[in-house]
């Protein structure tokens, strides 16, 4: 088949990179980068202009089996976490985004977050 003018040759396997659809300022705005859950208000649909784009569970046959399930958990945890702590920037925070295969912080400011994490753990095994 062709996407506009390349040719892709029959059995090639393509490999979408989700991260760029997903940070799209064509697609998101200017302040595609920006933490903005609230441009999700009115669904994905207010969001962004091509809806089909967001893909965060895949899309398809073989879309995300555990989808519902994940939303659910997330939500419960969520609701968990926000209804136990309270949330200041720290004084010593310095922002270090790195790419993997999601957004994740620089590896010298893992262990801060390990540490946060076992905290939220040992208060979710509570519940
Ligand atoms: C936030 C959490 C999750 C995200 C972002 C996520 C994302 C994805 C993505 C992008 C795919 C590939 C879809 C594709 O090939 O088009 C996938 C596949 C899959 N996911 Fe998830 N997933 C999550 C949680 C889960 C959970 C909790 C389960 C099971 C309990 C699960 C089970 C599966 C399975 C079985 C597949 C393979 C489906 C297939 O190939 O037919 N996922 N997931």
Same mark, same amino acid.
């Given at each position: 088949?062709?996407?506009?003018?390349?040719?892709?040759?029959? +059995?090639?396997?393509? &490999?979408?990179?989700?991260?760029?659809? =997903?940070?799209?300022?064509?697609? &998101? +705005?200017?302040?595609?980068?920006?933490?903005?859950?609230?441009?999700?208000? *009115?669904?994905?649909? +207010?969001?962004?202009? =091509?809806?089909? @784009?967001?893909?965060?569970?895949? @899309?398809?046959?073989? @879309?995300? #089996?555990?989808?519902?399930?994940?939303? /659910?958990?997330?939500?419960?945890?969520?609701? /968990?976490?926000?209804? *136990?702590?309270?949330?200041?920037?720290?004084?010593?925070?310095?922002?270090?985004?790195?790419?993997?295969?999601?957004?994740?912080?620089? *590896?010298?400011?893992?262990?801060?977050?390990?540490?946060?994490?076992?905290?939220?753990?040992? #208060?979710?095994?509570?519940?």
């Amino acid at each position: 088949m062709k996407f506009g003018n390349i040719d892709v040759p029959k +059995g090639t396997g393509l &490999w979408i990179l989700i991260l760029s659809l =997903h940070t799209n300022p064509d697609i &998101w +705005g200017e302040d595609a980068y920006k933490f903005n859950p609230e441009r999700f208000a *009115n669904g994905t649909a +207010g969001a962004c202009t =091509h809806p089909h @784009v967001y893909m965060p569970f895949g @899309v398809g046959p073989r @879309v995300c #089996l555990g989808q519902n399930l994940a939303m /659910l958990e997330l939500k419960m945890l969520i609701a /968990l976490i926000l209804s *136990n702590f309270k949330f200041s920037l720290s004084p010593r925070y310095i922002h270090s985004p790195a790419f993997g295969l999601i957004f994740k912080i620089s *590896n010298k400011r893992t262990i801060h977050v390990c540490y946060i994490l076992r905290q939220i753990y040992s #208060l979710c095994e509570k519940f």
